[in-house]
């Protein structure tokens, strides 16, 4: 599932068809500049969570509150700027929350489909479009990451203590975002052996028994472990308890969730958009790109 963004990525860059620019491209900086500004605003307003807990719903219990106050004094970024509203989170914080909404409404109202992706797509698959975008820009954060921290351990022998979590961190989202990317785009992993034999009623009727399927292990998900996971993990701000100590449970755990809730309303949405369409033949062709095929002949000289 991950895989998907990073050839969307080759597309827009015009990397795609062996290096070669292809024609076909989706736009210009704006596309880049979009998704940026919203995964930097999102990572300002995770990182400083705690702030936004301590002004919007501080702990009754001391203890906990003590936590969490240690917590985000040890983890902000800009310690001496004063809180506004009363509250912790400064006003960086609240920028960058108001930001996001707006990058979040500018992507989505602006992103473009690629020649590569899904084109039977509808008005309200652009969430899911613009998270694919922001999902690219977490796996160019991730690469750099790692690029960095390679050149600090072998060429300055100075190796970091936050690079390996930092990329597991930005791994788990990368994770997650590509999953309900590929449930918009239909290029999960599904088995088409008894699907492409029946008939298309019987196919729509197979479409809804397992949307239902999974609609139904997402409320179980969410129902069996929503107060652990955003009550102990989310509202305690637990660490992941290594050197950098990221707040990866904290983070992660409830990123799973709405997750799988965000991909199970997709899944529906998927029935709706392909309701009317014809259905599609697949077969072991499916799998070969004729035009790698030939850019790969034309770069050994296989005419």
Partial sequence: MGLCPILILLNITGLHEGGHVVKDQTGGLIEWVIPFGFVLCASWVIWHLPAFILTLAPHENPS?????TALQKSM???????????????IVDWAAIVCLPIFLVLGVTGVRVASMEFQHWKTIDRF???IGRTTMMLIISMTFVMLYEVFLRYALEAPTLWANELTLWIGGFVFLC??????????????????????????????????GIFVLFAFFLV???????????????????????PPIPATIQPAVLIIIVLV???????????????PDKHSALDDIDQEDIDSMRSSVGDN
């Fill in 64 to 68: 906990n509150l003590a936590q969490v």
């Fill in 76 to 90: 902000d970024v800009t310690p001496n700027l004063p809180g506004l509203f009363g509250g912790v989170a400064d």
């Fill in 128 to 130: 899911a479009l613009f």
């Fill in 178 to 211: 590509s999953g309900f990317y590929a449930m918009q785009q239909r290029s999960h992993i599904r088995i088409f052996l008894l699907y492409d034999a029946m008939p298309r009623s019987v196919q729509r009727t197979f479409d809804i028994i397992w949307t």
């Fill in 223 to 245: 129902y069996g472990s929503y107060k652990q996971v955003f009550i102990v993990k989310f509202y305690r701000w637990e660490l992941f308890g290594t050197a950098f100590d």
């Fill in 264 to 278: 199970a309303i997709q899944a529906v949405l998927n029935v709706i958009s392909d309701w009317n369409l014809e």
